[in-house]
């Protein structure tokens, strides 16, 4: 009995280290359930491909050709499919970053700017430029696409749904207490509990021995008057 009692609990053990190991869901690539790659291996699985393409097409016909759009294509796509969860934003708009960092640098290298001026070299950069924006636009907007469709599906398997909300809100409201109302001006507040005073303690403290006695206070000095003796004359009043 204990040897079947300590399998099961190595068995459990495993399971728990099994699950503590799993990767984590925005670690994750598109299928399975093995880690994806960091965005700056996901940047070098598009750029690599496009500079080799674009240096096999331009060596030869100084422009981008087939080898140049199907390596690109297949870079970026790589990219986007093989990415972790949490770094989608760089694949979804390399193409166009891409585009412009491998083909205008090729261009130069290679000797495909005529000589003659600027306008020669404006239009040994544009032509390569223009004969690669299709493919650059139709790899931008599958690749946009994936990264869509991979942040609506691959979501927090622990994150609650709508209902499961809606229950806790609920739930919370009905646990909740009232609270208090503050008193208004038509209706005091409840008095406060005195503090009982100490055997033995006199109402007020007693006079010291020898102090002089408190003078009287003239009548109408309450009502913030001044007595009828103390009051200041008027001046006389100038006739003008």
């Known amino acids: 009995m204990c040897g079947v009692s300590d399998v099961r609990d190595r068995s459990a053990a495993f399971d728990d280290v099994e699950d503590y190991e799993a990767v984590p869901w925005n670690y994750k690539a598109i299928f399975g359930s093995f880690k994806g790659i960091p965005w700056w291996a996901a940047i070098l699985c598009a750029l690599v491909p496009a500079f080799i393409g674009a240096f096999i097409d331009i060596s030869s016909s100084k422009t981008v050709g087939w080898t140049f759009n199907a390596v690109f294509f297949v870079g970026a796509l790589v990219a986007i499919l093989l ?3 949490r770094s989608l934003f760089a694949p979804m708009v390399q193409p166009p970053l891409v ?5 205008p640098l090729l261009v130069m290298l290679t000797g495909g700017v005529q000589k003659g001026g600027l306008a020669a070299m404006a239009i040994g950069l544009a032509k390569p430029l223009v ?4 493919v650059m636009a139709v790899t931008t907007a599958v690749t946009v696409t994936l990264g869509i469709i991979r942040i609506v599906i691959q979501k927090d398997p622990n994150q609650p749904s709508k209902d499961e909300v809606r229950e806790a809100k609920a739930e919370l409201k009905s646990r909740g207490k009232p ?11 409840e008095d406060r509990p005195r503090r009982p005073r100490p055997e033995g303690t006199p109402a ?5 021995e020898g102090a002089p006695a ?14 009828a003796g103390q009051r200041r004359p008027r001046p006389p009043r100038e006739d003008r």
């Open 204 to 208: 007020r403290r007693p006079r010291p």
């Open 131 to 134: 004969d690669s924006f299709p």
């Open 179 to 189: 609270e208090a109302r503050k008193p208004t001006r038509e209706e005091p507040a």
């Open 83 to 85: 990415v972790q969860r």
């Open 214 to 227: 408190r003078r009287p206070r003239p009548e109408g000095a309450a009502r913030g008057e001044r007595p």
């Open 99 to 103: 585009l412009a960092a491998t083909v």
